[in-house]
């Protein structure tokens, strides 16, 4: 967790999730794959992250895209919580 602003790429939210798979070890080399597991519904979130500035979530959120993860959003935290899916111009 960060003090401040800050964002993340959330690629996908799956019910089971394999920190094996190809699909997702492709991200690497954009940033750090994070998850969070949402105990209610039993989902998993997974996530690029952490992006200090919004020109450096939408850079990397294009290149993602461009791997073929068309569905992704940028998600905005501040000091650790989140705050939810944001659009940056």
């Known amino acids: 967790k960060y003090e401040g602003t800050y964002y993340k790429i959330q690629i996908a939210a799956i019910r089971k999730y394999d920190a094996n798979s190809a699909q997702f070890q492709s991200l690497a080399t954009i940033g750090d794959l994070e998850t969070e597991y949402l105990t209610q519904s039993k989902l998993t979130r ?41 659009r940056l111009r």
């Open 46 to 86: 997974v996530l690029l992250a952490a992006y200090l500035t919004p020109e450096a979530a939408k850079q990397a959120q294009a290149t993602v895209r461009s791997m073929g993860f068309k569905n992704t959003f940028i998600v905005q935290y501040q000091d650790g919580r989140r705050y939810g899916m944001v």
